[in-house]
């Protein structure tokens, strides 16, 4: 099986929770936290992604920056893979294992990803595997669609079922319970948008347990932020070679604020091999 099959199908929906929360004085306190930690306009943020699927685990660790001028810099890795995106003056640069590519990142020439075809994805007699198609499903966690889905954005007080929030000795803890319902509606929304055939679009049901937790430290500033749940994921016969199937898949993502607060300055990367 071809890597960029699944990767059209799975993209980015693991990063659409976004941070933010409901109603009353708990949603404004985590306001205050929150704006505390935006402050500075610069934001500096430890990665860690955890999949698990069919008793299979995979783990990606990185790191993400954006300062003050609306440069982002962006890196992951998993095993020997490794993500590397920097965006800046409306131009998205990404290395994915040596393979360079540019983005025009503008509002007037946005560019995406061309989904290929059909017959491009599948490789003939590839059969599936469970831990490349999580592989890719945590690849697809990238600066771009960070930036997009508005990650550390707060989430409409109309998407919340509810938020509670817990003292400890080092600072309060946030716990936002997501819909269930409307959770399903983005996965499945965002499978289709990212796929040129139906016949390939991975869909997503029986979604449980999604919670977001938010923590605010001694200092009134938000500084780590985890969302954690599983759903049913059903990866049809065009990319599994074989029947449909349908697994209970799990994940946890964490974000933990380097310096919250604090001014981040992102130097300039060596764009050296970059064509556009």
């Known amino acids: 099986m071809k890597r960029k ?3 059209a199908a799975l993209t980015a929906s693991v990063i659409m929770f976004g941070c933010g929360f409901g109603s009353g004085n708990t949603y404004g306190d985590y306001e205050e936290a929150y704006m505390a930690l935006m402050a500075p306009g610069s934001l500096n943020t430890d990665i860690t992604l955890v999949l698990n699927m069919e008793e299979e685990t995979v783990r990606a660790e990185g790191n993400m920056k ?4 609306g440069a982002m810099y962006f890196e992951l890795e998993m095993g020997d893979k490794k993500v590397t995106q920097y965006a800046k003056d409306g131009k998205l640069y990404s290395d994915v294992d040596g393979a360079k ?3 025009d990142t503008s509002e007037k020439n946005a560019q995406k990803p061309v989904p290929k075809d059909g017959d491009a994805r599948k490789e003939e007699g590839s059969g599936f595997s469970t831990t490349e ?3 890719e499903f945590a690849s697809m966690l990238e600066a771009g669609k960070i930036r997009e889905m508005g990650l550390l954005d707060p989430i409409p007080e109309q998407m919340i079922d509810e938020i509670t929030a817990k003292e400890e000795e080092n600072g309060i803890i946030y716990t936002l319970d997501l819909p269930d319902s409307f959770m399903e509606k983005i996965f499945n929304i965002m499978i289709r948008e990212q796929v040129s055939e139906e016949e390939y679009a991975v869909s997503f049901s029986n979604l449980k347990e999604f919670r977001c937790y938010m923590h605010e430290n001694a200092d009134g500033i938000l500084d780590g932020m985890r969302y954690e749940g599983n759903t049913d994921v059903t990866i049809p ?7 449909e199937k349908t697994e209970n898949l799990s994940l946890e993502l964490q974000l933990d604020v380097v310096d ?3 001014e981040v300055t992102i130097l300039e990367m060596d764009l050296s091999g970059f064509e556009e």
Request: no cysteine.
């Open 66 to 69: 954006m300062d003050q001028s």
């Open 5 to 7: 099959m699944i990767t």
């Open 237 to 243: 016969e065009a990319l599994t070679g074989e029947a």
């Open 101 to 103: 590519e540019v983005y």
């Open 133 to 135: 198609f999580m592989e």
């Open 260 to 262: 919250p607060g604090s």
